[in-house]
């Protein structure tokens, strides 16, 4: 690739389609499963919903990966975002009149089962539009990209819906995803017709090959994605259930606090992303035990403040002041383990086998979701007992990790 610019037209086209794309996503991901809470007031069903919605997710990121290395990555982008749309136009119309706990369901599962289709297209594009050089940058890039996605759409989601209520923010994201759907229109990524085959074949074979690929030739990574896993299970599932059900039912404070408070999770996600451009040849991705052990600790001070005699306000900074470093380790270690697969893996299987990661690495999501989801709603009264308990469990998983992450090599 002669030109070695991180922001060629064609990239920057991606990251500004990926703002207003994300953006979208993520005031629907802030705002429905709090319309439901709000409804219900049950932590247990919104939970469930949420592990629920997931299900669909880890498939798609399968049949992604797949289809973004057989197909037209921007085509891929156009369509599900003009499909998203199409969707949000039908809920908008039918939310106020059908059952909400049924519809939220299938809104939700079809919603995050268009984003893992979504996503492996977008990762999988990254090399073929920056340097080889330039990939770890481009992967902060797009994970900054995300993470102010996800510090906008909450803080106005929260505002809009504590003011106006869902609709507003409904009307909002269709917008983002016409418009983000048809600027990818004009996206050029290099690609080059497969033969047809039958798409069940397809997923088999790939699926197959990925497989092999990640436990046999390159078995490092089927350990990493363990771990991954595990921390899945124990933090991220925490951090999706727990932040609601601590904020607005146990502290019994605002959505917009609550929307605040994502928002600041995000910014601290644009921080570490921050921190991977400025520290890129620096970083030791051996070491990436190291940032494991930081988000376990950080949920220490976050149990605390539930024990001791505090005002509400003051709990829920600290809680968000954890969370946004939690969010700083947390990407800096992410987008480390992304670079690591993508250099490591051939180009023309890099989709399927990030999918297929990223599939297999979601799996226990869903069950930490339902689990916490139950543990919040009848330990209400001593909810810091949940934290220690997830902040143990991931100390003791961080510190075996050591011996996998000193195996790590980039060449």
């Known amino acids: 690739m002669e030109n070695t610019k991180l922001f060629n037209k064609d990239f920057t086209l991606v990251v500004i389609g990926q703002i207003i794309s994300l953006f979208g996503n993520a005031i629907l991901r802030f705002s429905l499963p709090l319309y439901l809470l709000r409804q219900t007031g049950s932590v247990a069903l919104f939970g469930l919903v949420s592990a629920t919605s997931f299900i669909p997710m880890i498939i798609m990121s399968l049949i992604g990966g797949i289809i973004a290395d057989r197909k037209n990555k921007r085509n891929i982008m156009v369509i599900l975002d003009f499909l998203t749309a199409i969707i949000m136009i039908v809920y908008t ?3 106020k009149s059908s059952p909400l706990v049924l519809l939220l369901i299938i809104v939700l599962m079809v919603l995050y089962g268009i984003q893992g289709a979504y996503q492996p297209s977008v990762q999988a594009s990254i090399p073929l539009l920056v340097h080889k050089e330039k ?3 481009g992967n902060a890039t797009i994970n900054m990209i995300s993470s102010l ?7 106005i989601g929260g505002i809009l819906f504590g003011f106006y209520g869902i609709e507003p ?3 909002v994201s269709i917008v983002c995803f016409i418009f983000s759907a048809v600027m990818e229109l004009f996206i050029n990524i290099p690609y080059e017709k497969s033969k047809g085959e039958k798409l069940l074949y397809i997923a088999y074979t790939d699926i197959k090959l990925s497989m092999n690929f990640i436990l046999k030739e390159k078995p490092i990574l089927g350990k990493v994605m363990m771990i991954i896993s595990l921390f899945n299970l124990l ?3 925490l951090m999706i259930v727990g932040m609601p059900a601590l904020i607005t039912q146990y502290l019994s404070l605002s959505d917009s606090l609550y929307g605040i408070s994502e928002g600041i999770l995000a910014v601290g996600s644009i921080l570490g ?3 991977v451009g400025v520290l890129n040849d620096k970083l030791n991705i051996k070491k990436l035990n190291v940032l494991l052990v930081y988000c376990a600790l950080v949920i220490f001070p976050m149990g605390l403040v539930l024990i001791l005699p505090i005002p509400a306000f003051t709990s829920y900074v600290v809680i968000s002041a954890m969370g946004f470093f939690m969010m700083v380790f947390a990407t800096v270690f992410s987008i480390q383990v992304i670079t690591f697969i993508q250099m490591e893996t051939p180009p023309e299987i890099v989709g399927k086998v ?3 990661l990223l599939a297999l690495s979601l799996c226990a999501m869903p069950i930490g ?13 001593i909810p810091w007992i949940i934290l220690f308990g997830a902040m143990i469990c991931s100390l003791v998983i961080a510190l075996i990790s050591k011996v996998i992450f000193s195996k790590l090599e980039v060449k």
Do not use: K
């Not at 996605?149 to 803080?155: K, V």
């Not at 979701?369 to 009264?381: C, I, P, R, T, V």
């Open 93 to 95: 119309l039918l939310y």
């Open 135 to 137: 990939i770890m940058r």
């Open 149 to 155: 996605a996800n510090f906008i759409g909450p803080t």
């Open 169 to 171: 923010i409904l009307i």
């Open 235 to 237: 933090l991220t599932s």
């Open 273 to 275: 992303g921050i921190v």
């Open 354 to 356: 990030i999918s297929c």
């Open 369 to 381: 979701q339902a689990l916490y989801g139950f543990l919040f709603e009848n330990l209400e009264s």
